[in-house]
């Protein structure tokens, strides 16, 4: 199964739309925050099931602050991630993971991408596609391969 994992689009549609007609087709859609009310919006152009989560700009929204997937028999914890301090050390939201018998956290909020492993927990932020602040400010994204029994494959991709 091929998911689509993005964060921190802050309302804006175009490098989102890129990077779902780049990825097409993907059977699934993760996005880990700070959509600032484009949740709609998102659901109808990915036109495949979706987690989307509310992150620290989305003021008045109905949507859940975290969530736990399941996707080809793995747990995936789904988060912004400022309540769990990312900005400083992944370590917290890993916990969180692995509190939830997640083997995996998808989260934002520092606009830069990273993909590691920390306490036995995959940890992924996609980055920003609309306000990157890693080195050389690319818009990025996450795509993950997902296989029952098999480890989760993930590769950071940039626009």
């Known amino acids: 199964m091929k998911v689509l994992i993005v964060s921190d689009t802050h309302g804006k549609d175009e490098n989102l739309e890129r990077a779902v007609y780049q990825e097409v087709p993907f059977d699934y859609l993760i996005h880990c925050g700070d959509v600032e009310g484009r949740e709609i919006f998102i659901e109808a152009l990915a036109e495949c099931p979706c987690c989307i989560v509310a992150g620290n700009n989305d003021f008045f929204s109905d949507l859940p602050r975290e969530d736990v997937v399941e996707i080809e028999g793995h747990r995936i914890f789904v ?42 927990i ?13 080195r050389g400010r690319r818009p990025s994204y996450a795509v993950m391969e997902a296989e029952a029994g098999k480890d989760l494959q993930v590769e950071l991709k940039y626009l």
């Open 79 to 120: 988060t912004h991630g400022h309540l769990y301090g990312v900005s400083m050390t992944t370590e917290g939201v890993a916990d969180a993971a692995a509190a939830r018998d997640c083997e995996a956290v998808f989260f934002g909020h520092t606009h830069c991408p990273e993909e590691e492993v920390v306490k036995g």
């Open 122 to 134: 995959l940890t992924v932020n996609p980055g920003s596609l609309t306000f990157p602040r890693q």
